[in-house]
């Protein structure tokens, strides 16, 4: 007598799954790798970082040097041109003792005058110069019209008087010169009208007897 011999149930089989992927452990190569490019990253800014700083104390070294100098030079510069006016203020002082000790006007002027053209020199040292006007025709750049003249013996936008001397520093105008220009009178070609001529008593009653 054959007995069935009973086999334990199965479970059914579950199918895999194609989509689920098991992560892959990054090679200790890769790792390596990332790591120095990190370290490199890190190194390099740390460099940028000190230098940055090394250049802002340097400009802030170079902004206070920059200062110095200009107060220096500022400094150097009235120094050189108090010390090209005191003989203009010596000789000033000799020429109103003097005044004072004579009554001869030509002499006074004649120290005047050479304190007047001492001063000149001291400008034309610093570079200024005054500016040209008589003879001159009117040039706005230089000129300042105060007055208008109408001269027929000279010639259109003439300047025929200076009222107040300009100067310029190294060409460039410190202020410009007061003149009066000419404005010669307009010449019409047009022929002048013509007026009636006055009439007489008779022309103007002719039924008078």
């Known amino acids: ?11 059914p089989a579950q199918p895999v799954q194609q989509d689920q992927q098991v992560p892959a452990a990054e090679p200790p190569q890769e790792t390596e790798q990332l ?7 890190q190194s390099e800014r740390d460099e940028l970082f000190a230098r940055l700083q090394r250049l ?5 070294n170079y902004q206070k040097r920059v200062h110095k100098q200009i107060g220096d030079a500022v400094a150097y510069e009235k120094e050189k041109l108090v010390r090209t ?7 000033l002082e000799v020429t109103i ?6 009554a001869n006007l030509e002499i006074i002027m004649t120290g005047v005058q050479i304190l007047y053209d001492q001063m000149l020199d001291v400008l034309r040292s610093h570079e200024v110069e005054p500016i040209k006007t008589m003879d001159q025709r009117f040039d706005p750049l230089l000129h300042q019209a105060l007055l208008q ?28 010169s007061k003149v009066i220009v000419n404005r010669a009178p307009a010449q ?10 006055p009439q007489t008593p008779e022309e103007e009653n002719p039924d008078v007897e």
Do not use: F, W
Request: charged fraction near 30%; aromatic fraction near 2%.
């Open 1 to 11: 007598m054959k007995h069935d011999k009973k086999h334990p149930e199965q479970e």
């Open 35 to 41: 790591r120095q490019q990190l370290q490199a990253l």
């Open 56 to 60: 802002s104390a340097d400009y802030s």
């Open 85 to 91: 006016l005191l003989p203009l203020c010596d000789n």
């Open 97 to 102: 003792k003097n005044a004072r000790e004579t």
């Open 149 to 176: 003249r109408s001269d027929p013996q000279r010639e259109d936008n003439l300047i025929l008087e200076e009222c107040q001397k300009g100067y310029t520093l190294a060409g460039r105008v410190l202020r410009p």
């Open 188 to 197: 019409s070609s047009a022929p002048p009208p013509e007026t009636p001529a």
